[in-house]
């Protein structure tokens, strides 16, 4: 973290009730102390946040956003954010934070509701099912997990060998099962998919990748000139719809201008397949996992170009426990943090792309369930 980093808040003006700040840097985990130094604006008062100069808020800043803002409201302090760059203004609309935004007019992607907000058709809801209330001792136990790109494999098989030996118990792994049914003691999942299976199944949320969040890119062919604002009505292909890139890649098309209700959406069930069709003319446009295209070959990557990419550090993957193995949590916590200092566990971790484990804060996983249920199925 560099001190441009930092978060500053400089008050610019004050007249009768009415208080004016400039905000520069980042609003992150970091950035609490700071916030709290506007906790004594008084009751029925105004505040005007100028982000002209903040260069990222992520899901821990977020949270801690909208904490302050609860405050604010609950002493009727009128808010108002304004200049905020896309990125941030999209992680707003998103989260349900645009209404503090200066000048937000809802937009209505459904005639009959005048309030309802651009809003993706959600990830189906999973199936609710009983999860076993206790384990075994010493019983094996089965892991599953999301792939977020085919170059990991090796390296996951790699890593379940790695936790075999230091937990001393046998551990059955696989890939990409169902986990809707899957009988699953631990899971490495997508933001989403970790989301429901948290929410539906009581699972914990144990580490996350060390800054290794989702982002998605949307492409098309390398010889389509057109630009994203040419692509109304467009034929969409993308992995599934039960994703975060579907719900990112979607908001992004929507804040250049474009209606999302309005595209042919066709889900392939995996990104090569996707990739495939977007090359072999069946689609005009691809939304991708950003790790996924940077990790394409060289025949792959001259076939395609980059329309827009999303830049929110919002999303991750995350690594979850069942709620019977509690007690184990924190010899696994400490195992995976290990992993960075250890020699072997530093291969496996350059093989799986990650710099290393981290227990999520509260309020990432906060926000990024909030996302999960604003958009879920009900």
């Not at 982002?215 to 062919?221: C, G, S």
Request: aromatic fraction near 10%; include cysteine.
């Amino acid at each position: 973290m560099t001190l441009s980093d930092i978060l500053t808040i400089n008050q610019v003006s004050q007249e009768a009730n009415k208080y004016s700040f400039d905000c520069i840097g980042s609003i992150d985990a970091h950035a609490e102390h700071i916030l709290e130094g506007l906790s004594e604006i008084p009751a029925n008062s105004e505040v005007s946040l100028d982000f002209k100069k903040i260069d990222r808020v992520n899901s821990m800043g977020l949270s801690l956003l909208l904490k302050m803002f609860e405050e604010w409201e609950s002493k009727s302090i009128k808010i108002e954010i304004k200049n905020l760059n896309r990125m941030v203004n999209m992680l707003f609309k998103i989260t349900g934070l645009g209404r503090f935004l200066q000048g937000t007019q809802s937009k209505q992607v459904n005639k009959g509701n005048a309030n309802k907000v651009i809003n993706p058709k959600p990830p189906r809801g999973m199936v609710k099912s009983e999860v076993s209330s206790e384990a075994t001792d010493n019983a094996k136990l089965n892991f599953v997990v999301s792939l977020q790109s085919g170059s990991q494999l090796s390296g996951w098989y790699l890593f379940n060998t790695y936790l075999q030996r230091r937990l001393q118990r046998a551990i059955h792994f696989e890939q990409e099962q169902d986990k809707k049914s899957a009988n699953m003691d631990l899971f490495f999942a997508k933001p989403f998919e970790a989301c429901a299976i948290i929410h539906e199944k009581g699972y914990i949320p144990l580490m996350r990748p060390i800054g290794d969040a989702d982002e998605v890119v949307i492409l098309v062919r390398e010889d389509d000139p057109r630009d994203l604002s040419e692509f109304n009505h467009a034929n969409v292909v993308t992995a599934s719809e039960n994703s975060f890139v579907y719900l990112l890649a979607r908001f992004l098309c929507d804040e250049n201008g474009l209606d999302s209700e309005y595209f042919n959406f066709h889900f392939a069930g995996n990104e090569i397949k996707a990739l495939q069709m977007l090359i072999r003319k069946k689609a005009d446009v691809l939304f991708m996992l950003k790790k996924t295209y940077d990790g394409l070959s060289s025949f792959g990557k001259k076939n395609v170009r980059i329309l827009d990419e999303s830049k929110t550090d919002f999303a991750f993957h995350q690594f979850c426990i069942a709620p019977y193995l509690k007690k184990e949590s924190e010899e696994l916590s400490k195992i995976l943090q290990a992993m960075a200092e250890d020699e072997k566990g530093k291969a496996i971790l350059k093989d799986i792309q990650f710099e290393g484990w981290c227990i999520p804060e509260e309020g990432e996983l906060k926000m990024l369930q909030m996302v999960y249920e604003r958009y879920a199925t009900v």
